[in-house]
């Protein structure tokens, strides 16, 4: 796995203390970071940002939060729920692009790389790997304004898998998936200003602060650690 050979390669350099070396990642993240801690358990920490568990569930939902978010009516709600039926059964009889277009067509932009990749990695579920990392501290974060990850299912899985002493979740009822701001995400120009003369400010109030503490919480800021992540 590429991920546990980039842990490596840094372990090895002048300068990185190998002991506190752990994992960011965000969204399908969610599948990679568990893989990787359960498989090394150097690992020091994990921070999981608006992280997946199952991939057919996460799509599901995703699927139907924009479709509520757009206003869809229940006829297209309906048609898109039979396209991704479809889909599903292709996916799980080995089908190829070719067959998917021939039966879906193209609703979503699917091209050949993409179904290669889906095809590869739709039965992706986090709950095993997450049971066999179970010592390491795991900071899960939240955001209210989710439309890609259902963070309902999400929270549940976590803290049923995981023992309460090495998990700690954090909520922002008024981020988005990425954990911007739900304001600032919708406007497009208060975005690109708060981006360009305020780029720390893009992020919901309190998110790189608490990171910094779950670091050296965790043993793993060292004493010369910035005051927050990414300074």
Do not use: C
């Given at each position: 796995m590429v991920t546990l050979a980039?842990?490596?390669?840094?372990?090895?350099?002048?300068?990185?203390?190998?002991?506190?070396?752990g994992l960011?990642?965000?969204?399908?993240?969610?599948?990679?970071?568990?893989?990787?801690?359960?498989?090394?358990?150097?690992?020091?920490?994990?921070?999981a940002v608006s992280p997946a568990v199952n991939w057919?569930?996460?799509?599901?939902?995703?699927?139907?939060?924009?479709l509520h978010r757009d206003g869809a009516g229940k006829r297209r709600v309906?048609?898109?729920m039979r396209r991704r039926e479809t889909t599903v059964r292709l996916l799980r009889r080995g089908a190829t692009y070719a067959e998917y277009r021939a039966a879906v067509g193209d609703p979503d932009g699917v091209t050949p790389a993409p179904w290669r990749f889906i095809s590869a990695n739709y039965t992706?579920?986090?709950?095993?790997?997450?049971?066999?990392?179970?010592?390491?501290?795991?900071?899960?974060?939240?955001?209210?304004h989710d439309v890609n990850v259902d963070v309902t299912e999400t929270q549940a899985v976590y803290r049923e898998v995981l023992p309460a002493s090495t998990l700690s979740v954090q909520h922002?009822?008024?981020?988005?998936?990425?954990?911007?701001?739900?304001?600032?995400?919708?406007?497009?120009?208060?975005?690109?200003?708060?981006?360009?003369?305020a780029p720390r400010k893009l992020y919901a109030a309190g998110f790189l602060d608490r990171q910094t503490r779950f670091l050296r919480e965790a043993g793993a800021s060292g004493a010369d650690a910035p005051t927050s992540p990414g300074r």
């Open positions: 980039a842990v490596a390669w840094a372990r090895g350099r002048p300068g990185i203390d190998g002991r506190r070396i960011w990642g965000a969204s399908q993240a969610g599948w990679v970071l568990p893989k990787v801690a359960a498989k090394d358990p150097r690992i020091r920490f994990v921070i057919l569930r996460q799509g599901r939902y995703n699927l139907l939060a924009e309906q048609e898109a992706s579920d986090a709950v095993a790997d997450l049971r066999a990392m179970r010592g390491t501290p795991v900071l899960l974060v939240l955001a209210g922002y009822p008024d981020a988005t998936h990425s954990l911007v701001d739900h304001a600032t995400e919708r406007s497009s120009l208060r975005l690109t200003a708060t981006a360009v003369l």
